[in-house]
């Protein structure tokens, strides 16, 4: 399926530098943000060695088929978008993990990401950590990943609500990371989009400002997708915008 795109980052009102990383590759229907962890050097380098590795994976295997040989076990219930990213998402992981052991000044970085492949009939969804994945359709959000964090757990388990969980001072504290550790786990989805779907990727620094309905209320406007994201990032800061903001939108167009 047909589809367009928009982007925008900022460092936020209260950073002097930006850790997160973005990549859109219409050309190969790829979309990907992250936002890198570790001090202010490492966690640019951590979200910039994952969007790279994965957009260079991505590119390299578009004839890839189930009976090559794959970095990481090929799972026959899932498309093979579905497992190009995975195994993106693992092969960034081991870049990562060799950068951290050519330097000990990166020591400890680690980055979230989320992505989504798309072709002709689905799109694949991947992340790990918690950036997010939104998709508003027909005039209606809904959130398509769920965080890899502490406060995540805490609201499941029932023990936080989210308003509770958004005020935690353990909210930034995520369970899974690509920080090149051997046991990566990538959660993986597959969508069926609809023509005039618009899916939005973005990191916390959106929605730990941002209300789901607000959101919602700016990817519904009749606005370029530049400008939307451009909005998110200007209403985040509007609200204190205390970190770094990546937003990309992807809009699914009619045959």
Known sequence: MPVSSGSATDKGLRRSANEDNLLVRDD??????ADGMGGHAAGEVASQVAVEGIGAFVEATVTMSPDQT????????????????????????????AQVAS????????????AMLVDEDAASLAHVGDSRAYLLRRGQLARLTRDHSWVEEQIQAG??????????????????????????EVEIQELRPEPGDRVLLCTDGIFSVLTDDRIGGVLGRDAGLDDLCSILIEETNDGGGPDNATAVVIEFDAR
């Open 28 to 33: 190969l229907g790829l979309f990907v943000v």
């Open 103 to 114: 330097s000990r000044e990166l020591r400890g970085m680690a980055t979230t990401a989320v």
């Open 70 to 97: 794959w970095p990481v076990p090929f799972d026959i219930r899932e498309s093979v978008n579905a497992n190009r990213l995975r195994a993106a998402f693992c092969t960034a992981n081991g870049r990562l993990a």
């Open 159 to 184: 023990a936080l609500s989210e308003a509770a969980a958004r005020r935690h001072p353990w909210r930034n504290v995520v369970t899974r990371a690509l920080s090149g550790a051997a046991d990566l």
